[in-house]
């Protein structure tokens, strides 16, 4: 199995896996990043550092379980004999070149560090899926995977338009759905109180390939980030709100 992660990010996996200067250095770059990141968190600023940290974290556990499966299939030899109790203790022989231990440390090391910064993330993100409501506008259509949801930018004063297409795809394991999200335009906040059902009347005439379309309205109070918090909030919920 291939473990991948973005190059361009700071804690990518080489930063645990090629181990070979000054493991307190290592932590201190690592401890700094996360500093970063729950800084970001702190102006309520979740994505997509949420996302990549969650995947480090499962890649991280995952190494150190293969490793100890790699550990069990290397060759061992006699290290202790115990004459008193009948038992031997065995060393685990390593190949040359390899630092398996030194990996195993700093990924141990690191593991509750980027789960308590997660948590942090974890906090914010419920805070906001919880203040987010969602409605659905009009009729509601028994095919739903794709149409129209509005989300306000508080921030910027205005009301954002969406269209949504739901992809269904399949690997050899499981079934995976993808959200996919295209900005149609923005609406000022209170300009001419449109409500959400006239808005969505005002898209069926422009987009006649959408008839019927499943719409849905959110409010909410928070002016947080649009980009890195409202919206890949939003599109969760959406998701949830669909299948459910």
């Not at 090629?18 to 700094?32: M, P, S």
């Not at 338009?161 to 999200?181: A, G, N």
């Not at 390939?209 to 649009?226: K, W």
């Amino acid at each position: 199995m291939r473990f991948r992660m973005k190059e361009e990010s700071p804690l990518s996996l080489n930063l645990f896996t090629k181990v070979q200067d000054d493991l307190e250095k290592r932590q201190y770059i690592i401890l700094g990043e996360l500093k970063k990141i729950s800084t970001e968190f702190q102006y309520y600023k979740v994505y997509p550092h949420l996302s990549e940290l969650i995947q480090l974290n499962n890649t991280l556990k995952e190494i150190t379980n293969r490793l100890s499966d790699l550990r069990s299939k290397f060759p061992k030899r006699i290290g202790k004999v115990d004459w008193v109790n009948q038992t031997i203790e065995h060393e685990v022989v390593f190949v040359d070149g390899t630092d398996l231990a030194a990996v195993e440390d700093l990924i141990e090391w690191a593991l509750p560090h980027i789960q308590s910064v997660i948590q942090e993330g974890i906090s914010i993100h419920e805070f906001v899926e919880d203040d987010l409501k969602i409605e659905h506008v009009g009729i509601l259509p028994n095919y739903r995977e794709e149409g129209y949801f509005f989300l306000p930018d508080n921030c910027k004063q205005k009301l954002k338009l969406f269209r949504f297409e739901v992809s269904i795809f399949q690997s050899s394991e499981d079934q995976y759905r993808s959200l996919k999200t295209t900005f149609l335009k923005a609406l000022k906040q209170g300009s001419a109180m449109l409500s959400p059902g006239s808005i969505k009347l005002d898209l069926i005439r422009e987009v006649k390939e959408l008839p019927n379309p499943a719409t849905f309205s959110f409010d909410t109070r928070l002016d947080f980030s649009f980009q890195q918090t409202l919206l890949p909030v939003a599109k969760r919920k959406l998701m949830q709100t669909i299948y459910n």
